[in-house]
């Protein structure tokens, strides 16, 4: 699941980017978006919510738009990040809790991943326990490897490599968002 979680995917480049950006501490903040989405993913796919982000549905094919138009946006966002001042204020914490939420909710990657692992758990007659059990240590697990990212991007090599190639890294960044926005529509 860890490299599930830190493969690169829109929650990743947020996350780096953000951490890079913005200090430790508000991608620690942006993780807890992150995580708390990751949970909604893993109750809809407990309760076999998962198959409505796989099926062709017209609720599938709007959340496919809203995800691919936010993914731009956050692409929009990381390009020019670079011409604005660094923002500190409580404020900033929020949209970046906000951030991360609807990053992870739109991603459809999260839901088929979680529906894909708990699905066999829930044919069992056991009950919830085991597949509650699993979504807990998942959703915990991510919240934990994600903050621990957000501030291991602190240490002042990464620091002082990423001032000294902003600009690129976030065109590349920004170049990565657009590219998942388009492979969405490609099955």
């Known amino acids: 699941m860890a490299v599930a979680q830190f493969s690169p995917g829109p929650d990743m480049i947020l996350l780096t980017s953000t ?26 796919a407990l309760v076999g919510g998962g198959y409505i982000f796989t099926s062709e549905s017209t609720f599938s094919l709007y959340v496919k738009w809203i995800a691919s138009l936010y993914l731009v946006y956050l692409a929009w966002q990381v390009f020019r990040s670079d011409l604005t001042e660094k923002q500190t204020d409580e404020t900033a914490h929020h949209r970046h809790y906000l951030r991360g939420l609807f990053c992870n909710l739109l991603n459809p990657k999260a839901a088929l991943v979680l529906t894909s692992i708990c699905a066999p758990f829930l044919q069992d007659s056991s009950g919830m326990a085991r597949p509650l059990t699993m979504g807990t240590i998942i ?20 620091r002082d490599g990423y001032a000294r190639s902003r600009k690129w890294i976030n065109r590349c960044f920004s170049a990565m968002l657009l590219l998942l926005a388009a492979m969405m529509w490609l099955r």
């Open 19 to 44: 951490s890079l950006r913005h200090g430790g501490r508000a991608g620690a903040i942006m993780a807890c978006g992150i995580a708390t989405g990751l949970a909604f993913h893993a109750f809809l």
């Open 139 to 158: 959703v915990v697990q991510g919240a934990v490897l994600w903050i621990l990212w957000a501030y291991l991007l602190q240490t002042k090599a990464l």
